[in-house]
């Protein structure tokens, strides 16, 4: 709009800013100068804020700032001045017999408390944040264990995980009888496995349990936690316990991994989450 379109508005002393709406027309009346000085000071501020604090995005970084502040090294401190608070508690915990702690106890407690922070950090992803697992992955409510629930076992299985690259790892391997049994007898297999609690299918189906399977899961699918063989005869299934999944499971086999989070964890941190687990209610 022209100046000609403005015009002295003779109500309010106000010029027009030249825009009408529908014969509406718009003054322009000047901002409070406080509420000028605000804005100009926000911009201010602004400025010398990306001045002093980490600010501005790089290729490889942000800015850093004059004052040198970083959130990360804010964060390192808040932790070492956690560790320190407890340093006593986790020298107790490190040099303690987990098996034989009171339940009652400070660093019973306490240790219960780091694991269960513990397992939501690093185990939750598989074991679920309940710890009922999931289809692969066991769930640590139960008392089916495969390598053993009592607390040095469950200790040793966290620190050196299952059948990783690990020279102490936990391993064992089924067989994929795929290769080895015709698809008519691994039928049979499953029709025995499934039949287990109630002493099994009997015939031609318990003589291929006994000539394959009893090596491992024993004479009436109890199983054997040395060699890490699952009871198959609980109702408890890693996999499924469907005709489905468990013609897959004979026909290929499984071959789960679990990490060796004694090089991930410290100590500490191993024998707290292994009391947790322990704490759940499954442990033996």
């Known amino acids: 709009m022209s100046d000609e379109d403005k015009r002295l508005d003779e109500e309010t002393g106000q010029y027009t800013t030249g825009h009408s709406y529908d014969g509406i027309e718009e003054l322009n009346t000047p901002l409070p100068r406080w509420w000028l000085w605000t804005f100009y000071a926000t911009i201010v501020w602004g400025i ?28 390192a401190e808040d932790i070492v001045a ?15 017999d987990i098996a034989a702690l009171d339940p009652a106890s400070d660093l019973h407690r306490y240790a219960v408390a780091r694991g269960a922070s513990v397992f939501r950090a690093q185990c939750s992803q598989c074991h679920g944040s309940g710890a009922a697992g999931a289809v692969g992955y066991p769930n640590l409510l139960d008392n089916a264990w495969l390598w053993g629930g009592t607390v ?64 491992c899961h024993g004479d009436n699918g ?36 679990m990490p060796a989070w004694g090089q991930r964890l410290s ?18």
């Open 222 to 257: 109890e199983g054997m936690q040395e060699l890490g063989a699952p009871n198959i005869a609980d109702a408890i299934w890693l996999y499924g316990g469907d005709a489905a999944a468990i013609t897959q499971t004979i026909t290929n086999a499984r071959f789960g991994v």
């Open 82 to 96: 956690h560790e320190a608070k407890n340093a006593s508690l986790v020298d107790e915990l490190v040099a303690a």
């Open 48 to 75: 010398g804020y990306t001045v002093a604090y980490p600010a501005w995005p790089m290729i490889s970084g942000a800015t850093a700032g004059v004052l040198g502040y970083s959130s990360r090294a804010e964060v």
């Open 152 to 215: 040095d076992e469950i200790a040793y299985t966290v620190e050196h995980g299952i059948r990783n690259e690990t020279a102490d790892a936990r391993y064992s391997e089924m067989p994929a009888f795929g290769e080895i049994l015709t698809r008519e007898e691994i039928a049979a297999l499953v029709s025995h496995v499934q039949a287990l609690p109630n002493g099994g299918a009997g015939g031609e189906a318990e003589t291929l349990y006994l000539d394959n399977c009893v090596a």
């Open 267 to 284: 100590d500490a941190d191993v024998r707290a989450v292994s009391l947790y687990v322990h704490a759940l209610g499954g442990g033996e």
